[in-house]
């Protein structure tokens, strides 16, 4: 028996040194960590269970019989993040550069199998080379089954990938199918296809940082929802990320202790918006002051920052947030704000995450760009999104909410549940310029008149008032009281029962 215990030793041994120390010093040299390293970060002390150590490839084209590695480039299992099972696959650089092949994709298969089967969240760790070339359509096949698995898990449980060296080809659409996506800075890229291949093609130079670094996917792309420094880094903030998710889209919000009364006024919150109504202020700070222990964590920070989504807490329940962010672009909506937060609303609302949305909107951008590059669309996307979300939805509009971007903004009209506003709020079809401009256009060369409109149209529309008398505002509330306002909001919504009527699904607007 000793010798059958030793044998089983002696092949872990060689399994867990994947493609040898010499690879293993090559991918610490690059700053990043193996596949094995990484798993052991992201998961709880010794909570790793691992799957098919032992697979090997079959392949025996190209004197592939000869190259056999346990494993086959990609580690899986499952573990758990602060006692909560998630499940988990890192592509493992140092075997065929992490390339995929037909039994490295049956490996991943498993595991989101078993992840779907079990109601838990999956992430990925990615660090690969594509299509192991030598396998041909049976690495396609390979990519085509993971991606069908992402679609069926989709909405369902939680999906996360991490890109945390190459990611090119085949690899870049499985992440693209999960609900977030987080990059190492400097040291991974994602691209369909690589420099060579676009030089070849369009005859553009260019790296593959310029191509597909975090700098390009967290600012222009959106590809990615964010990007840390390093490989630790990006790990440790990925098990805050979970605590924040419910396992699943049938799992109730996790919930932590939280530490900070919520019946606390916050008498700075008074003094936020300020006298000028066209003074910027940073909304984080409202976010901050509502959230436990001001955690929040924010999806796309670098992407579209009129408008701010993540994950606080609230009596230690998971909130989402999503608020027009007056230091930028003066908060308005364009094509880019509303796809990010229609993205995240819809995330809220697939796992029954409560949505909290601030307002403070100018309206829509205009201009020919937008209107080019498909505002209409985009912004209904928000608007969809808004609309069929069932979740608790809780709008407070702390300044302007203008135009059509007052009906988008969780408005009452879409299901609000509850809808608040702080005596700074304006309400209104347009601010007071534009609307005396139009409507009291006769009298535009008349400075007199016109001051004396623009009076009238502002001590009428520009307050919470007329929307309150119609009970479109549930409330005008003290801003030192947003926090108990909210809190008490979401402990009276934590029953809500409501159901759009049965469709194969939806048709919003892509
Ligand atoms: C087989 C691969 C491989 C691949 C890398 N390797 N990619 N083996 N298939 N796709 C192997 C290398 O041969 C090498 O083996 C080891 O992994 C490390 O690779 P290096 O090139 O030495 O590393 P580096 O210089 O860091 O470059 C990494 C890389 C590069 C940028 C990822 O390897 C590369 O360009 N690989 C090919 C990428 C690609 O075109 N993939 C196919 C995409 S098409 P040794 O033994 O020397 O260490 C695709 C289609 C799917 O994915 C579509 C589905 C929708």
Not at 121 to 137: H, L, M, S, T, W
Not at 240 to 265: G, H, K, M, W, Y
Not at 276 to 290: G, M, Q
Request: hydrophobic content about 40%.
């Amino acid at each position: 028996m000793k010798e059958v215990l030793l044998e089983l030793e002696r092949r872990r041994a060689a399994a867990r040194e994947g493609g040898g120390q010499r690879r293993i010093d090559a991918q610490h040299a690059k700053g990043k960590l193996t596949a094995r390293e990484r798993i052991e970060i992201f998961l709880d002390e010794g909570s790793f269970e691992e799957f098919d150590m032992f697979v090997e490839h079959r392949s025996t084209d190209f004197g592939m019989e000869k190259t056999r590695i346990s494993g086959d480039g990609v580690v899986t299992g499952w573990g758990t993040v602060n006692g909560r099972t998630v499940f988990v696959f890192a592509k493992d650089f140092t075997v065929f550069g992490g390339s995929l092949s037909e039994a490295h994709a049956e490996k991943v298969v498993k595991v989101q199998e078993m992840a779907l089967k079990n109601r838990a969240p999956i992430i990925g760790f990615y660090d690969a080379g594509g299509a192991r070339i030598q396998e041909g359509v049976a690495a396609l096949g390979g990519y085509a089954e993971i991606f069908q698995r992402n679609v069926l898990a989709s909405g369902v449980i939680p999906q996360i990938s991490v890109i945390m060296g190459p990611c090119a080809g085949g690899d870049v659409y499985s992440p693209a199918m999960t609900d977030f996506i987080f990059m190492v800075r400097d040291t991974s890229y994602m691209f369909v296809t690589g420099p060579d291949v676009v030089k070849t093609v369009t005859n553009e130079t260019v790296t593959a940082e310029e191509l597909g670094g975090a700098s390009v996917h967290t600012v222009k792309s959106s590809i990615a929802d964010g990007a840390y420094d390093n490989d630790v880094e990006a790990l440790l903030q990925m098990r805050r990320l979970i605590d924040f998710l419910p396992t699943s889209n049938t799992a109730d919000l996790p919930e932590l202790e939280s530490f900070q009364s919520v019946s606390d006024p916050d008498y700075s919150l008074d003094r936020l918006v300020p006298d000028n109504a066209n003074k910027p202020y940073d909304i984080r700070e409202l976010i901050l002051k509502t959230c436990d222990e001001a955690d929040f964590f924010e999806i796309q920070a670098s992407f579209a920052k009129n408008i701010v989504t993540g994950f606080g807490r609230v009596e230690g329940r998971t909130v989402g947030f999503v608020a027009n962010q007056p230091m930028v672009l003066a908060g308005v909506l364009d094509s880019d704000a509303s796809r990010k937060a229609a993205r995240f609303v819809r995330f809220c609302d697939c796992f029954n995450i409560p949505i909290v949305t601030y307002v403070d909107v100018p309206g829509f951008l205009p201009g020919t760009a937008q209107e080019y590059g498909g505002l209409i669309k985009h912004g209904a996307k928000l608007l969809f999104a808004y609309a069929e979300a069932t979740v608790p939805k809780i709008t407070l509009i702390t300044r302007k909410a203008f135009g059509g971007a007052y009906d988008v903004m969780a408005s009452k009209h879409l299901r609000g549940d509850i809808n608040y506003a702080w005596p700074s709020a304006q309400i209104a079809v347009m601010g007071a310029k534009g609307a005396v401009e139009i409507i009291f256009r006769k009298d535009i060369d008349d400075p007199e008149k016109i001051a004396a409109h623009t009076k009238m149209y502002e001590d009428r529309f520009l307050s919470p008032f007329v929307a309150a008398e119609r009970g479109y505002v549930d409330e005008v509330i003290m801003p030192h009281s947003t926090r108990m306002r909210i809190a008490r909001a979401l402990r009276m919504l934590r029953n809500k029962d409501l159901k759009n009527p049965w469709k194969k699904h939806d048709n919003i607007p892509l």
